[in-house]
């Protein structure tokens, strides 16, 4: 029997087996197919092919290795130029959101301000995470708990977090696009702004039980009610997880997904150094009041972490994602700006602690009982005499109404009402300053948040 011949194998027949075929999925991607399948079959028909085949054969392999290379090397360019294209058709309207998702544009519509607007989106959000526990799950009493739970904890506030994020967002698209937001797009901002809405939720509810404190929003501590107690805690971590399950949900599609999960992560854990700082101001284990310890350096690294960049960096950073803003100098004279206003903020906050009405602010100030490294007993700490800082370590950081008020008498006498109303003008100028800076985007952006904040009450 005469022996069987084995073609040997070629470049071509090498590379077919190893590398695998792509096919198309989208319009744009079929159009290299279409015109090889035209060009093969002109080839064919006019006798092309096997004269080229015959040709491609007698070369050395390291030429039809060279050819192949080229081959593919075409081809693979042409299917990222065209895989461009389609990204590109896909996100001509990035402001629509996925099919699958619902959002209560009727409701947004009729809707007079951006505050009822934003309101609108909750039961929504409140709905999906619910559904998200039955599916993994979760028993109809747990699923009620978590109900009352989001409920109590996290819409009562101002909101001024969350409706800042949808503010952003319009003052970036009038800027770059001269148009006002879709319905749409005011659901999917808010989607973000309640994702920070829940993020302070899970601060503050943790935070209350770290303080021992009585009243949050002109109503008890979550904590303080007699079937929740240390069940807080958990609840609190059931919140934080919330923001992400909501990201997903939402965002999970988005090429910006990634950024807005790792800013979201960033500040959390930058939230949680501040409060670090201030749960450690002061030795938990020892009885003693350590005052050298309040320095302003510690102040406003406190400020900083616990409060500037979830409250004021995140709100803008977020807008400035979903907006495509790239240039990294921009993100961080953000930072700078927000920082400066957060201080400001927190500042402001200290002060309204101590000499602020309860019934305007929605707390019973404690910062004086809590032993807090707060501004103004920094303040107070740089100008007192020998005398006045006996009384302040004896009265400071001590649950007796007498002693708090001999602190509270101790601060006007060194007259830190005028002392903050001298900071607050002078701290507005400097922040003033830094926006003149601001010229890769809208000034508005940063001028909208200190409206809001300028001598504020509450």
């Known amino acids: 029997t005469a022996p069987t011949t084995v073609p040997a194998p070629t470049a071509l027949n090498l590379l077919e087996a190893t590398i695998p075929v792509q096919y198309p999925t989208k319009m744009v991607s079929t159009i290299p197919a279409v015109i090889i399948a035209g060009g093969v079959f002109q080839l064919m028909a006019t006798g092309a092919l096997t004269f080229l085949k015959e040709a491609y054969l007698g070369l050395p392999i390291m030429s039809q290795i060279a050819i192949v290379a080229i081959f593919f090397s075409v081809i693979r360019l042409s299917m990222e130029i065209c895989n461009f294209a389609d990204h590109d058709f896909d996100h001509d309207h990035d402001h629509e959101p996925p099919k699958t998702i619902e959002y209560p544009v009727d409701d947004i519509s009729k809707a007079d301000n951006d505050k009822d607007k934003f309101l609108a989106i909750y039961p929504m959000l409140r709905h999906e995470m619910l559904a998200h526990m039955e599916a993994n799950e979760m028993p109809k009493e747990a699923v009620d708990w978590c109900r009352t739970m989001m409920d109590y904890t996290v819409p009562g506030g101002k909101l001024n977090r969350g409706v800042t994020v949808v503010a952003v967002h319009r003052t970036l698209v009038k800027a770059n696009e001269g148009r006002d937001l879709t319905d749409i797009e005011v659901a999917r901002a808010s989607v973000l702004g309640w994702a920070i809405e829940f993020l302070q939720a899970f601060f503050l509810v943790a935070d209350d039980v770290m303080d021992a404190s009585k009243t949050r929003r002109g109503q008890p501590c979550w904590y303080k009610l007699p079937n929740v107690k240390n069940i807080a805690i958990n609840d609190s971590f059931l919140l934080e997880s919330y923001v992400f399950t909501m990201l997903k949900q939402h965002f999970g599609k988005e090429e910006y997904y990634l950024q807005l999960l790792e800013l979201f992560l960033q500040v959390i854990q930058q939230t949680e150094f501040g409060q670090l700082l201030d749960l450690t101001s002061q030795d938990e284990g020892s009885e003693e009041i350590d005052l050298t310890r309040f320095t302003l350096e510690r102040y406003q690294k406190i400020v900083k972490y616990k409060t500037a960049f979830y409250t004021f960096y995140l709100p803008v950073a977020i807008g400035m994602i979903t907006s495509r803003v790239e240039e990294g100098p921009t993100y961080d004279l953000a930072k700078k700006i927000c920082c400066q206003m957060g201080e400001y903020f927190q500042i402001q906050d200290d002060y309204l602690d101590c000499f602020g009405d309860p019934e305007v602010i929605g707390k019973v100030g404690t910062d004086i009982q809590d032993n807090k490294c707060s501004w103004l007993v920094v303040q107070a700490l740089d100008r007192v005499t020998p005398e006045q800082?006996?009384?302040?370590?004896a009265n400071y950081g001590q649950w007796d109404d007498q002693k708090v008020a001999n602190v509270k008498a101790l601060y006007k006498e060194l007259d830190l009402v005028k002392v903050f109303q001298t900071y607050e003008e002078d701290s507005f100028k400097i922040i003033q300053t830094e926006?003149?800076?601001?010229?890769?985007?809208?000034?508005?952006?940063?001028?909208?948040?200190?409206?809001k904040i300028y001598k504020r009450s509450k």
């Not at 800082?389 to 370590?393: G, Y």
């Not at 926006?435 to 409206?451: A, G, I, S």
């Open 435 to 451: 926006l003149d800076k601001v010229t890769t985007m809208p000034r508005d952006v940063f001028e909208l948040l200190l409206k």
């Open 389 to 393: 800082r006996a009384v302040l370590e």
